[in-house]
């Protein structure tokens, strides 16, 4: 089947999954990575990483119970995902990164799915 476009290949690997019998779970989460007993787990893993901006205006427009205090996401916030980040990077093999520059994460992650399909890596 030619692929056309990013549709085209969300339907062409639906299929694939669908025939193969296989289910996919998304973990999320950006200290997920860190906790080393799930790494093994994972066959694909992706790192979205934000600026410190993006990442402030982000947490400004959730709603926390207790509110945080001044001055936290600088102290606390941004501080903490950078040490994670540093870890990952560090540590944790065949991690893909995006950031708000990268052109069509989504048609990469599919066709990173469709390969390890078209391989034989993924169990049911």
Not at 14 to 35: H, M, P, R
Not at 48 to 72: A, I, M, Q
Request: overall charge neutral.
């Amino acid at each position: 089947q030619k692929i056309q476009n990013i549709s085209d290949l969300k339907i062409l690997l639906c299929e694939k999954v669908k025939d193969a019998n296989l289910q996919i779970l998304i973990v999320e989460g950006f200290t997920v990575f860190n906790y080393k007993p799930l790494q093994s787990l994972f066959h694909l893993k992706y790192y979205f990483t934000l600026s410190k901006e993006e990442c402030s205006k982000r947490r400004s427009h959730r709603v926390y119970e207790p509110p945080d205090c001044p001055g936290y996401f600088d102290v606390c916030v941004w501080p903490e995902y950078i040490k994670q980040l540093e870890e990952i990077r560090r540590e944790v093999k065949g991690v893909k990164y995006f950031n708000e520059h990268t052109q069509n994460p989504l048609e990469e992650i599919l066709i990173d799915i469709g390969a390890i399909m078209d391989e034989g890596k993924l169990a049911r």
